[in-house]
């Protein structure tokens, strides 16, 4: 069906023209102008939702209607500094009152399933922050629920968007490091002090840190077929802001070996008691976090893969490292829940996929497995591999 053609007033104009102004600004085409803005509810108002709300309520497809928290002065807060019309104490209440269609979970790591199956029975797209539940079953049931009611489930984090994970995809596609053997990734801080989520069960450094590399490394490497890993906790107390003194229950020291089939094999360490002259704050970070080395070639990432800097690179053909892709190209980690309201606004889909999240879920509880056990443990989970074709 054709729409009458109609000329647009100077206001018209000048909205148009300021919204793809902020597009462009927030790294997104200005041609892709969205069809509409998607009514979006984020729940858990908490420290990353600092990262995500100015990036959300600048997103030209995006209209955040509603807040949620627990603690409710958190929402009204963010409410009045995002200018957000409704606030609320409680799930229930967010669902029962102002309509929306996208909830975004900034909740702790242990709410996120429960949350994430309660919005999509109420007909809500998902974005999750990690992991988006607590088990691999757990997360392909709502996978499911999801397909059934044709709503869309994402889950951070989105490594897998950047450009530097597209040139070393097409360094590694291209066979540039010839017969790849290895990968070493790394990642670590000393720890969250804002809440003890972090280290109780459900917690750790694995889903908290850890899922970064895990999904550059599944990403680029392909899906893993076998893990084998030892845990441990280092500091077993810990102070929390307001709450004090707790016990850590969870893993703060993690070293994971990862088989991906053909002889490739990766290793991955994170932890809550790592030195960082960085502090959380790793985008001034200058090392190589990720590496690979082949037959013919290195490649080392530069900063971390959720703020990278650029990609070094050594092959036979051109021995001294050099250094490629420096720009961020509009990515950042916190665009994530806004990539995924363009997609449901105009249908541009991510790298991002659920079943890789999944897959990286999987890892984790395998290596928690393989610590409990002292046992190599097999993967069953899968995904759409390679992620850039
Ligand atoms: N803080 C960061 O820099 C950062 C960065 C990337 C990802 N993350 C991830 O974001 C998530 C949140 O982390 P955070 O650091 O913001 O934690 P946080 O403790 O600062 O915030 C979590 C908020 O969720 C609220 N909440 C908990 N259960 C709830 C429920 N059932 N209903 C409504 N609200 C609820 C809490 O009251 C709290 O305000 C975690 O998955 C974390 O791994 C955090």
């Known amino acids: 069906m054709s729409t009458p053609t109609r000329r647009i007033n100077r206001r018209e104009f000048a909205q148009a023209t300021l919204l793809a102004g902020v597009a462009m600004a927030a790294g997104i085409s200005a041609a892709a102008q969205p069809a509409k803005r998607i009514r979006t509810g984020v729940i858990g108002c908490g420290s990353v939702s600092h990262s995500y709300l100015p990036v959300l309520t600048k997103s030209p497809f995006v209209d955040v209607v509603s807040l949620c928290d627990i603690r409710p002065e958190r929402a009204r807060d963010q409410a009045e500094r995002f200018k957000i019309a409704h606030h609320y104490p409680h799930i229930d209440q967010m669902l029962a009152g102002e309509a929306f269609d996208f909830l975004v979970n900034l909740t702790d790591m242990q709410e996120h ?34 397909e059934q009611k044709k709503l869309r489930l994402w889950g951070a984090p989105i490594t897998v968007q950047s450009p530097q994970f597209a040139f070393m995809a097409k360094t590694l596609a291209a066979g540039m490091l010839g017969r790849v053997a290895a990968a070493h990734a790394d990642y670590g801080h000393e720890g969250p002090n804002w809440s003890s989520f972090f280290y109780e069960k459900g917690g750790g450094s694995m889903p908290d840190l850890m899922v970064y590399n895990l999904t550059s490394l599944t990403g680029l490497l392909g899906p893993a077929k076998h893990v084998s890993a030892m845990l441990s906790i280092v500091t077993p107390e810990r102070n929390i802001d307001v709450k004090g003194k707790i016990k850590v229950t969870e893993e703060d020291n993690a070293m994971v070996l990862l088989d991906h089939g053909k002889g490739v094999i990766s290793h991955v360490q994170s932890g809550f008691n790592y030195f960082n002259p960085h502090g959380h704050d790793g985008s001034g970070e200058q090392r190589h976090t990720i590496s690979f080395v082949g037959s013919g070639g290195f490649m080392g990432l530069v900063g971390y893969d959720w703020a990278p800097l650029g990609v070094d690179l050594a092959t036979h053909a051109k021995p001294k490292l050099e250094r490629h892709c420096p720009d961020a190209q509009g990515y950042n980690w916190q665009q994530g829940a806004a990539l995924a309201a363009e997609c449901l606004a105009t249908g541009k889909e991510l790298l991002v996929t659920p079943e890789h999240a999944l897959h990286v879920l999987e890892i984790i509880t395998a290596a928690r497995e393989s610590q409990a056990s002292g046992r190599r443990i097999a993967l069953k989970s899968n995904f759409k591999w390679p992620v850039i074709g």
């Open 113 to 146: 399933e429960h949350l994430n199956r309660q919005g999509l029975a109420a007909g809500k797209h998902v974005w999750s922050e990690k992991p988006i539940a607590n088990s691999l079953a757990d997360g392909q049931k709502l996978l499911r629920t999801a």
